[in-house]
C-alpha cells in the first residue's frame, strides 16, 4: 500500500538522515511546546528560536508565564507582531493555572478548547506532549502529501484541507504520532522545500508521483495563487539535440490550451545566474552538466486583472531526466505552428532568438 510505503520511507529518513536542529524539538513539556507553536504561528522559523528561549528563560513554566505583567511580556513579545496571539497566551496561561492548577490539558478536545489554540497547534501539543494518534497539518505537510501523492485539489480550499487532513491521518505513524509529525514537517522544511526541493536526492523520489510525472513545481496548488495580482513565471529552454521541451497549459488559469516551455512560479523574484541556475537544476533536475545559452532580462504582460514577470532560461543538457520525458520535444523551427501567450511570443521574437532558433 502507497501510504504505509511513504510511512515507513519518511521515519527511516528521520532516524538516519534528519538532523534539523531546533531547541523545542524533542520536547515533552506541553507548555514549552505550546509555546513554541504559538510564536510559530506568524513567524519563520529562524526568527522565532530566540524569542522561544527568551520566553523559556524568563517563564520557564506556566506559573511563571501566568504570574507576569502585561506590558512585561508585551515588550518580550516586541518585533514578533500579531500580539493577539500574546493576549491569547497570557489569557490561557491565567486560565490553566486557575481552572486547571496549573496542570496542561492532556486530551485533544481539552487542548482544542483552549482559546488562540487551532487543530494544528492542538494536534502538535496531543502528540509531541503525549504521544496521541492526531496528525499535524502545516504548510510542510500539505506540500509534501500533496507532491507525493500528485494531489492537485487547492490546499487553501475548504475541500483540499479535508482531504490532506484525512490523507495526513492516514499515513500517520500511530504508535509514534509525534516522531511522525516532526519526521514529516522537517521533511518539508528540508527536502521537499517550496523553492529547489532537493529531488535528485530524495528518498521517495521513485514513488513520488509529482517528480514521476514532472509535477513538481506545479503542486502543490493554492487558490489564492490564481487570485495574486503579481506573480512571477520563469520560464527554462530545455534543448536536447536541437528539440526544445513544451507543453499544453491545462489547468484553470490564465492561458489555458496554449502552449510554454517548462514553468517555474515563484512568490518573489529570483535572481539568476550562471552559479544559481546550475545549483537549481541539480538539485531540482538532477542534472549536474548544462550548458547555460541564455538567461534573459525581466520581461512584463499586464493582464486584466494581475501582472506577470516572466524571465526566460536557457539551457542545452546532453540526456533528458527520465520525468521529463512525458514532454513533448519540438523541433526548434516547429515553434512557429504553436499558439504561446504573448508574453513568450515577445521573448521568441527578440532579434537575438530570431537569429538563433530560425
Given at each position: 500500500?502507497?501510504e504505509?510505503?511513504?510511512?515507513?520511507?519518511?521515519?527511516?529518513?528521520?532516524?538516519q538522515?534528519?538532523?534539523?536542529?531546533?531547541?523545542?524539538?524533542g520536547?515533552?513539556?506541553?507548555?514549552?511546546?505550546?509555546l513554541?507553536?504559538?510564536i510559530l504561528?506568524?513567524?519563520?522559523?529562524a526568527?522565532?528560536m530566540?524569542?522561544?528561549n527568551?520566553?523559556?528563560?524568563?517563564?520557564?513554566?506556566?506559573?511563571?508565564?501566568?504570574?507576569?505583567?502585561?506590558q512585561?511580556?508585551?515588550?518580550l513579545w516586541?518585533?514578533?507582531?500579531?500580539y493577539?496571539?500574546?493576549?491569547?497566551l497570557?489569557?490561557?496561561?491565567?486560565?490553566?493555572?486557575?481552572?486547571r492548577?496549573?496542570?496542561?490539558?492532556?486530551?485533544?478536545?481539552?487542548?482544542?478548547?483552549?482559546?488562540?489554540?487551532?487543530?494544528?497547534?492542538a494536534?502538535?501539543?496531543?502528540?509531541?506532549?503525549?504521544?496521541?494518534p492526531?496528525?499535524?497539518v502545516?504548510g510542510?505537510?500539505?506540500?509534501?502529501?500533496?507532491?507525493f501523492?500528485?494531489?492537485?485539489?487547492?490546499i487553501?480550499?475548504?475541500?483540499?484541507?479535508?482531504?490532506?487532513?484525512?490523507?495526513?491521518?492516514?499515513?500517520?505513524?500511530?504508535?509514534q504520532?509525534?516522531?511522525?509529525n516532526?519526521a514529516?514537517?522537517?521533511?518539508?522544511?528540508?527536502?521537499c522545500?517550496?523553492?529547489?526541493?532537493?529531488?535528485?536526492?530524495c528518498?521517495?523520489?521513485?514513488f513520488?508521483?509529482?517528480?514521476?510525472?514532472?509535477?513538481?513545481?506545479?503542486?502543490?496548488?493554492?487558490?489564492?495563487t490564481?487570485k495574486?495580482?503579481h506573480?512571477?513565471f520563469?520560464?527554462?529552454?530545455?534543448?536536447?539535440?536541437?528539440?526544445?521541451?513544451?507543453?499544453q497549459?491545462?489547468?484553470?488559469?490564465?492561458?489555458?490550451?496554449l502552449?510554454?516551455f517548462?514553468?517555474?512560479?515563484?512568490?518573489?523574484?529570483?535572481?539568476?545566474?550562471?552559479?544559481?541556475?546550475?545549483?537549481?537544476?541539480?538539485?531540482?533536475?538532477?542534472?549536474?552538466?548544462?550548458?547555460?545559452?541564455?538567461?534573459?532580462?525581466?520581461?512584463?504582460?499586464?493582464l486584466?486583472?494581475?501582472?506577470?514577470?516572466?524571465?526566460?532560461?536557457?539551457?542545452?543538457?546532453?540526456s533528458?531526466?527520465?520525468?521529463?520525458?512525458?514532454?513533448?520535444?519540438?523541433?526548434?523551427?516547429?515553434?512557429?505552428?504553436?499558439?504561446?501567450?504573448?508574453?513568450?511570443t515577445?521573448?521568441?521574437?527578440t532579434?537575438?532568438?530570431?537569429?538563433?532558433?530560425f
Open positions: 500500500m502507497i504505509k510505503k511513504f510511512t515507513d520511507i519518511l521515519m527511516k529518513w528521520h532516524k538522515q534528519n538532523t534539523r536542529e531546533m531547541p523545542w524539538k520536547e515533552k513539556d506541553p507548555y514549552k511546546i505550546w513554541s507553536e504559538v504561528q506568524q513567524t519563520r522559523v526568527q522565532g530566540q524569542y522561544y527568551n520566553f523559556i528563560k524568563r517563564y520557564p513554566t506556566i506559573r511563571h508565564l501566568a504570574k507576569a505583567q502585561d512585561e511580556v508585551f515588550k516586541e518585533g514578533l507582531g500579531y493577539n496571539r500574546c493576549r491569547n497570557l489569557f490561557t496561561a491565567r486560565e490553566i493555572v486557575t481552572s492548577k496549573g496542570i496542561f490539558p492532556d486530551q485533544y478536545e481539552d487542548i482544542l478548547a483552549l482559546k488562540g489554540v487551532g487543530p494544528y497547534t494536534s502538535a501539543i496531543a502528540s509531541f506532549a503525549y504521544n496521541l492526531y496528525a499535524v502545516d510542510n505537510v500539505f506540500r509534501v502529501l500533496s507532491r501523492f500528485g494531489i492537485d485539489e487547492a487553501d480550499s475548504t475541500k483540499g484541507k479535508e482531504l490532506f487532513t484525512e490523507l495526513a491521518g492516514k499515513v500517520l505513524y500511530k504508535t504520532a509525534g516522531i511522525f516532526q514529516i514537517m522537517d521533511f518539508g522544511a528540508t527536502v522545500k517550496p523553492f529547489a526541493p532537493t529531488c535528485s536526492s528518498v521517495m523520489q521513485r513520488c508521483t509529482a517528480f514521476n510525472e514532472g509535477k513538481v513545481n506545479q503542486l502543490p496548488v493554492k487558490e489564492k490564481l495574486r495580482k506573480r512571477w520563469y520560464y527554462f529552454l530545455f534543448e536536447f539535440e536541437g528539440k526544445l521541451l513544451v507543453h497549459r491545462e489547468a484553470k488559469d490564465v492561458w489555458r490550451d502552449f510554454e517548462y514553468l517555474l512560479e515563484t512568490e518573489e523574484q529570483i535572481k539568476w545566474n550562471e552559479s544559481s541556475v546550475q545549483a537549481w537544476l541539480h538539485e531540482q533536475i538532477g542534472i549536474s552538466k548544462a550548458r547555460i545559452k541564455q538567461i534573459s532580462p525581466v520581461m512584463v504582460q499586464q486584466t486583472h494581475q501582472q506577470i514577470k516572466g524571465q526566460f532560461i536557457w539551457v542545452e543538457i546532453k533528458i531526466p527520465s520525468f521529463l520525458k512525458k514532454y513533448d520535444w519540438q523541433p526548434i523551427r516547429s515553434l512557429r505552428k504553436l499558439a504561446f501567450p504573448k508574453l513568450i515577445a521573448y521568441l521574437e532579434p537575438i532568438l530570431q537569429e538563433t532558433l
